[in-house]
């Protein structure tokens, strides 16, 4: 285990950077700290105990005082053997305006505003079923020119489980009048797959079984 007095500064820091509005930290507090999980806005909540019990977890331990007394990071020795499971990935998308960004996401594709974070918001995530897309604000261009389109450079890719949903999804997008950047089409490794324009030049794909 780390040096004690390290983890003290890891937590100070943690408070610190959630206090300058350092955007990944949010995520990092949901994703250890449970009962933060559902909450948009945590700014005025989390205090230096908070932060601490989020060190203590990362390190294994139940909380703080658990991690200081050395007590055991799990009960059930077995559960120690078994190896960590991935549960969820989500794709970064670079944009100029999250407000409008959620916007697009939730009348045109169908996806469901997860969280927006800040005043004005700088970051957020959008969900829909098991896809995630997290919103990054930026506010000069990332990529040069047109090579994304250019290069076909994906932002996200993202999959369903059936011929028919695949399809289904194509005509809903395209009802919505979403811009795409490839019509759906017939791959020759087995997939049928479209690729979708969000308004900042992201190109997001979906695809799924061609039979």
Not at 103 to 122: H, M, Q, R
């Amino acid at each position: 285990m780390p040096n004690l007095e390290n983890l003290k500064k890891q937590a100070k820091q943690y408070l610190r950077w959630h206090r300058e509005g350092y955007y990944p930290v949010a995520a990092e507090i949901r994703a250890g700290l449970p009962r933060f999980h559902h909450l948009d806005d945590i700014e005025a909540s989390f205090k230096l105990a908070d932060a601490q019990e989020l060190v203590a977890r990362q390190q294994g331990f139940v909380g703080w005082q658990a991690l200081k007394s050395g007590a055991p990071a799990v009960s059930n020795p077995a559960k120690q053997t078994k190896p960590p499971v991935l549960s969820s990935t989500a794709a970064q998308l670079f944009v100029a305006d999250v407000v409008a960004s959620c916007v697009f996401f939730t009348e045109k594709l169908g996806f469901a505003v997860d969280f927006v974070y800040g005043e004005p918001p700088f970051y957020g995530q959008v969900v829909r079923d098991k896809a995630q897309l997290a919103l990054r604000l930026v506010c000069e261009p990332v990529f040069a020119g047109d090579v994304r389109e250019r290069e076909h450079l994906l932002s996200a890719a993202i999959t369903v489980d059936g011929a028919d949903e695949i399809k289904q999804l194509f005509l809903d997008f395209q009802a919505a009048g979403v811009r795409f950047h490839q019509a759906l089409r017939k791959q020759p490794w087995g997939a049928r797959n479209f690729i979708v324009v969000d308004p900042d030049g992201n190109l997001i794909l979906f695809a799924g079984p061609a039979d």
